[in-house]
């Protein structure tokens, strides 16, 4: 389990059959500060998603960039990618960032 | 094929990135000949006829209204632009252009064209270039330039610079954010390709870029069109706080010679208020606030132990997580709990900032708190890692 500011990777089994793969490597993009968590360019993983869920497939040590927070490497396997929510009495809601 | 950079080479690593942040971060007049000059020849390099027509605006808004101006997209721009700034930039390029060259203008662009030539020129360029140094450089040479001088280029001036201003370009016109040569704001990869271009490694691949290269110095954003191009200005200042995040505590963090530019709070756009007149915010605007970050600067402009006092919270517990506050202040409000609010104090753990993160009133810990905002228990919730 490793965590990025809003972002928290958890290693899973494995990633949902119907998860389709992405063609880019930005996991989540912050709407405030257009800030990015994404995998580094030459990180041998791959990002997919399934029901507005990320993951992330890491065939090699993956590091995750942000133009705020510390890199974070991920170990070979699978990963979802949780994003922190907040409390309100209505429910929880996605925290924006 | 390069394998490593010798010693020398490496110790040149550092001079290439401070020269493209400078660039990257420029600020003051241009030389507009010599962007002129170097239009010409990126034309050139693209198999296209130099654009005849070179309108010089003062913003990248300015930039993206001309440039949709000149796409013929301005019924759908106008509702979206206040008058004011229209008109300026329709006076500006109505002037520089002058009616007749306009129609012209307007009759011969269409997006297609357009999409063209700047296909035409990525393809011919960059992409080519990219491709021709990748095949001729070992990966790990590859890394470490790429760490050393674009990713750290890219930090400061992509990152911050150039990401923020499409964030607030975007909110305002939306369309040509994207269709322009970002111009000194491309500091990351030419300063990748420069480094290559010395005569020992690979000066010949990387010579088409050369103009790229030279308009960053003297031009801002820019977008080609066939026969004309928009050309912008450098920013009047740029200030940034001591993390090179955009800052500044009574001005625009990035002004523009036309007054355009982003008011901005350690990296963070804000509006103009939250700069100049934090004595003004109150302690409902921070509580009604739905998003985070804004609810943070807003924390941080009013003061926090004014906040607090303000809002009767009371510490619950603390931990090394953070520290649980309770306030009973909301309960009268339609749609609250009646158990009160509770709220965990966190410090952020690469950038040292405080956040409050609203969790549920029955939770008795920071931790549990932090665990439940990823629906994980206090026990499962044990990240090795935390940045």
Request: glycine share 8%; hydrophobic share 35%; proline share 5%.
């Amino acid at each position: 389990m490793h965590r990025q500011g809003d972002l928290l990777f958890v290693k899973v089994s494995e990633i949902p059959q119907t998860a389709e793969k992405q063609t880019h490597g930005i996991i989540a993009e912050g709407e405030v500060t257009g800030h990015k968590h994404q995998l580094s360019p030459g990180a041998q993983a791959a990002l997919y998603l399934a029901a507005g869920i990320a993951y992330i497939e890491a065939i090699r040590e993956a590091k995750i960039l942000h133009e705020e927070h510390k890199e974070v490497i991920l170990p070979p396997g699978q990963w979802e990618v949780r994003r922190q929510q907040e409390y309100t009495p209505a429910g929880w809601r996605q925290v924006e960032d | 094929m390069i394998k490593s950079l010798t010693k020398e080479q490496e110790a040149k690593l550092p001079e290439f990135r401070d020269k493209w942040l400078k660039i990257g971060l420029a600020t003051g007049p241009v030389n507009r000949k010599a962007a002129e000059e170097a239009i010409d020849l990126i034309y050139k390099v693209g198999g296209l006829e130099p654009p005849k027509i070179k309108i010089w605006l003062r913003s990248p808004l300015e930039g993206c209204i001309g440039a949709a101006i000149l796409n013929q997209v301005w019924d759908q721009v106008r509702s979206q632009v206040k008058d004011q700034v229209r008109n300026q930039v329709w006076g500006q390029v109505r002037d520089q252009v002058g009616n007749q060259v306009e129609n012209q203008v307007r009759n011969q662009v269409e997006d297609q064209v357009r999409n063209q030539v700047v296909g035409q020129v990525w393809d011919q360029v960059e992409d080519q270039v990219w491709e021709q140094v990748r095949e001729q450089v070992l990966s790990q040479v590859w890394d470490q330039v790429g760490s050393q001088v674009g990713t750290q280029v890219w930090g400061q001036v992509v990152g911050q610079a150039r990401n923020q201003v499409i964030g607030q370009v975007r909110r305002q016109v939306k369309d040509q954010v994207y269709k322009c040569g970002y111009g000194a704001h491309d500091a990351n990869w030419l300063g990748f390709y420069d480094f290559f271009s010395s005569p020992d490694l690979l000066e010949k691949t990387t010579k088409p870029l050369k103009p790229m290269q030279d308009l960053a110095h003297n031009c801002g954003w820019w977008w080609p069109f066939e026969g004309a191009v928009i050309l912008t200005e450098h920013p009047i200042s740029i200030t940034r706080d001591e993390e090179f995040r955009l800052h500044h505590d009574s001005k625009m963090a990035l002004e523009y010679p036309d007054g355009w530019g982003i008011w901005a709070w350690h990296g963070i756009r804000v509006p103009k208020e939250i700069i100049t007149e934090p004595e003004k915010i109150t302690y409902d605007d921070i509580l009604d606030e739905q998003n985070v970050e804004m609810r943070r600067i807003k924390l941080e402009r009013y003061g926090l132990p004014r906040y607090l006092k303000n809002v009767g919270a009371r510490e619950v517990a603390r931990d090394e997580r953070g520290v649980l506050l309770h306030t009973d202040r909301m309960n009268e409000w339609p749609g609250e709990d009646r158990d009160g609010a509770r709220y965990v104090l966190v410090q952020d753990s690469s950038t040292d900032r405080q956040y409050a993160l609203r969790v549920a009133p029955y939770v008795q810990t920071p931790s549990e708190g932090i665990a439940q905002t990823f629906g994980l228990t206090e026990k499962q919730y044990q990240p090795i890692q935390e940045a």
